[in-house]
């Protein structure tokens, strides 16, 4: 639980660092709000990828896996078990 | 699409899915690579993320032309970037002016990236970098020239796909391949992983251009394209947009993988069918059975295993999501119905 909050600031941090956005909460939903676009998207599993040492293969993730930073969280945590 | 120049060589090939990955936004710049005096055309993720490529590698950013088509102002996301670094904005239809070529010139301009932009690039201003002017295409080279080419692959049924960046000349996608990279469509894919698959590629080849670029500009690549039968792909959708429940089913669930951005537009739209009783349907997920079907394509079969059944060409086809008057439905009209026209 502790390396799943972890791992929720530090995807927070990347939405600082990479789109000048700060996520008001964990319950914001990051699709309806548009602070992820058709661009981010691409560019947020980028980054991860890059930032974690993973592999996220584009037609395995569900858009759903974006709509929350927690949801984030868990997905990128599946594939880390280590970070989760 | 591409648009615009060239002549002959020898192409530096990257192929699969291996050469294809990796971010490549903070490898630094090699000491002794000089920064280059870029301009980028560009749009979407892939505009983006080449525009984080030059500036996280150092290069001098003279100015991001970016802005759909009409558009006086530049706008998007693109823009905003490029804005924050500090970085020159134009509205991309400037390549369409022949006096930007003088501005390139006097601005010392030796790159011209033409990444996703929709523009037809102006003959004058192709030819004002002092190095060159490069397309990064979303497809293989000369097969897939054009628009959409990652939904025209999937509809096609094609286990490979690729990125191209190649010189640019007065045709549309048809100048030399400086490099290129392939990467496999996999039976999930949809056209929107599968562009985003394309980006990822593409970044290790514009890394490439740029320490060639810089190293040795002669060094470039430069491969005529292959003399097959080319395709050039427009704008318009296959079958105007519509499910066509006569095709083989396999097919039909590639169309709508096709037209798949999940939730974002997509350039086909989503494919469409017609209930008599509802009207218009966007058809929005699918899977094949692989069980054969007797009735008459279009015939409704009943609910299935989170799905309804409806017959295509050849086999029954599960519809698992839909859209009705823009917004997701359940499928109980469909249950409601014996058959969607046939059109």
């Not at chain 2, 759909?68 to 970085?87: D, I, K, N, Q, V």
């Not at chain 2, 395709?231 to 037209?259: H, L, M, S």
């Not at chain 2, 823009?326 to 119905?337: F, H, R």
Request: charged share 25%; hydrophobic share 40%.
């Amino acid at each position: 639980m502790e390396r799943l909050e972890k791992l929720q600031r530090e995807i927070t941090t990347i939405f600082v660092e990479r789109f000048d956005t700060r996520i008001a909460s964990h319950d914001v939903d990051l699709l309806e709000t548009g602070l992820v676009d058709s661009v981010k998207i691409v560019e947020l599993v980028l980054e991860l990828e890059q930032r974690f040492g993973v592999s996220l293969p584009f037609e395995e993730l569900e858009i759903e896996d974006f709509r929350t930073i927690p949801r984030l969280a868990e997905r990128i945590a599946r594939t880390t078990p280590a970070l989760g | 699409m591409h648009r615009a120049a060239g002549e002959g060589g020898v192409a530096s090939v990257a192929s699969g899915q291996d050469q294809a990955r990796g971010s490549s936004t903070t490898r630094p710049r090699p000491a002794s690579a000089r920064p280059l005096r870029v301009v980028l055309a560009g749009e979407e993720a892939a505009g983006a993320q080449t525009l984080r490529l030059l500036h996280e590698t150092g290069q001098q950013v003279v100015g991001v032309l970016t802005g759909g088509p009409g558009a006086e102002r530049s706008s998007g996301p693109l823009a905003s970037l490029a804005e924050g670094w500090g970085y020159r904005v134009w509205p991309a239809r400037r390549v369409r002016e022949p006096a930007f070529a003088d501005e390139l010139r006097s601005e010392g301009v030796e790159l011209l990236l033409n990444v996703h932009s929709l523009y037809v690039v102006k003959r004058e201003v192709l030819a004002a970098p002092r190095i060159g002017s490069f397309n990064v295409h979303p497809g293989p080279l000369p097969e897939y020239a054009g628009l959409n080419a990652p939904s025209w692959a999937i509809l096609h049924g094609e286990r490979v796909h690729g990125v191209t960046v190649h010189w640019m000349d007065a045709g549309i996608d048809t100048g030399e391949i400086a490099y290129e990279a392939r990467f496999e469509i996999s039976p999930q894919d949809t056209a929107f992983t599968l562009s985003a698959k394309g980006v990822r590629a593409a970044m290790p080849l514009l890394r490439q251009l740029l320490e060639a670029a810089a190293a040795e500009p002669p060094a470039i690549p430069r491969q005529k394209q292959r003399a097959v039968p080319g395709r050039y792909f427009g704008r318009e959708a296959p079958n105007g947009g519509r499910v066509d429940w006569a095709a083989p089913a396999a097919q039909v669930e590639r169309f709508v993988r096709a037209a798949d951005y999940w939730l974002f537009a997509s350039p086909w739209g989503a494919p469409r069918a017609t209930l008599p009783s509802v009207g218009e349907i966007e058809i929005v997920k699918v899977t094949c059975t692989g069980e054969t079907a007797a009735e008459a394509p279009g015939t409704i079969g009943g609910s299935d295993a989170g799905g309804v059944r409806v017959a295509c060409g050849d086999e029954w086809l599960l519809v698992q999501s839909v859209r009705i008057d823009g917004k997701p439905s359940d499928l109980l009209p469909l249950l409601g119905a014996r058959a969607f026209e046939l059109r």
